[in-house]
């Protein structure tokens, strides 16, 4: 409002701006970026389900028993979504593997955007 009123801002305004970041990892914000981010990711993606991509896995659910289960890194477009291995074979951390985009729904509630490994 200073701003709009060509006035400086406040004091505590000023003060206040250095605690925003931990702020937002402390609460919501981390999860609002997160949710940005899928929602922009499904909309560039959904004219290309079906298309295979190269990915990196960098996150197995072994740990919660899912090892079918992670999400992996696609470098282009720079994309990072789940992934699930249709084939019955764990994921591999770290592994390089090609991916086949089953979903990109913006709509969605979870998982606006799902590969499988063939």
Known sequence: MAA????APPNWVLDALSCIPCDM???KGALADRQTVDLAEAAMLKDRVGQVFDAAVIDTDAERGRPHEGKVFLADP????KVV???GLDLQ?????RVTLKRANPAADEDKVLFTLP
């Open 78 to 81: 720079a994309v990072l979504a």
């Open 93 to 97: 951390l770290g592994s390089s593997v």
């Open 85 to 87: 291995s249709d084939n």
């Open 4 to 7: 709009c009123a060509d006035k």
């Open 25 to 27: 990892a402390r609460g």
